[in-house]
């Protein structure tokens, strides 16, 4: 594969940005090699500087389910942008679109808008510590929440990715109200909530790990996780940065059938605009500024632009049902056809899949826990990643990250891409 324009710009990126890149998992240090430049998108398809062409399976990192430069949401974006960029004052789209998430989310009154999944979560986990005057919170080990400080504490994606989970630069005071508990363990929740009491603001999780691989929740986990927190008297917060109108239009308390108290939302929600986001009932958001004592602000938040790309996509999710059961199917049948080759080739290979999302591990399952993640084997990654990619597979460029399929993947799209998978398979 000719990567030498992608080559050539990433020796100019890596002389003025960290690492050539603004996010560490694209510098593809996990595998190795040049990561293309892209530089145009459509539909499940995406283009790199030399001009090779991909069949897109990261999508943004999930918020693209109806594909590349969908329509809809383009000209909802040019429409938006014509009426001006920002203006740091309030906009009819940002009601629109708060009214669209409550409508559509199970258990939200009220939603703040902000400006990344980041941004949500540190929001939430304040406004869990105000209405609660507690100061503790329970992460799981390999979740990812974004980067802030006192989640930067055992966290997965890049920085599980990096070897960095605790990352430099966070203070003890900042990670000492972080406590760890280990995802589809509930009696770790209830050692730490026991040894706690009293002082644990909220418990937050990813419904779906989806930040070491792929991670459903195992039967009576996210249950279980409700009743401890009520038992407790702490919140339980979904951080649907990922599942978020990808599982179910109402996400994954739809999904699970599970009550969270607060839920966050990031990229998601912007159709492909940075956006963020979280929501809950109407007592709890009234703590927040200007109704109550906790504080958060931003002249971004609700950015009309983002709030019309994000409010097209949504509507269209709204209106289509039919979409997140093609999602599913897509995302069984690949899983399935993974599996049979991985036998075929006599691969050690398990592969976890919930709705748009999979993961294939290169090792023998189950993989139900951080510490099975950890077995796989990241070389074998490395080389069907790459085999991959040399037939226009584009793929996260880490073993910690999910594989997004879409709306907007074709059904010659699907059998393409297992087609590779079954040559790299052959291969490794
Ligand atoms: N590590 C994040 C995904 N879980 C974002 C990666 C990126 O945008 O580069």
Known sequence: MNLRASEAIFARAQRVLPGGVNSPVRAFRAVGGTPPFIVRGKGSRIWDLDGNEYIDFVGSWGPLILGHSYPPIVEAV??????????????AREVDMAECIVSMVPG?????????GTEAVMSALRLARGATGRDKIIKFEGCYHGHSDAMLVAAGSGALTQGEPNSAGVTKGAASDTLTAQF?????????LEANKGQVAAVIVEPVAANMGVIPPAD?????LRRLCDQYGCLLIFDEVITGFRLAPGGAQQYFGVQADLVTFGKIIGGGMPVGAYAGRRELME???PLGPVYQAGTLSGNPVAMAAGLAQLE????????????????????????ESAQKYGLPLTVNQIGGLLCPY???????????????????FKAYFHHMLER??????????????NVSHTEDDMVAALAAAGQAMAAL
């Open 287 to 289: 703590q927040i500024a």
């Open 392 to 405: 226009g597979i584009y793929l996260a460029p880490s073993q910690f990250e999910a594989v997004f399929v």
């Open 316 to 339: 269209i999710l709204r209106d289509n049902p039919g979409y997140y059961v093609e999602m599913e199917r897509k995302a069984q049948g690949m899983a399935h056809e993974l599996r």
């Open 108 to 116: 939200v009154d009220l939603v703040r808008m902000v400006n990344s």
């Open 362 to 380: 290169f090792t023998e399952g189950p993989v139900r826990t951080f510490a099975d993640t950890q077995k796989s084997d990241l070389d074998r």
């Open 184 to 192: 589809n363990d509930l009696p770790s929740v209830a050692a730490l």
């Open 78 to 91: 040019q429409k938006a942008v014509q009426d001006g960029l920002s203006f740091g004052a309030p906009t």
């Open 220 to 224: 009576g986990f996210l249950p279980g």
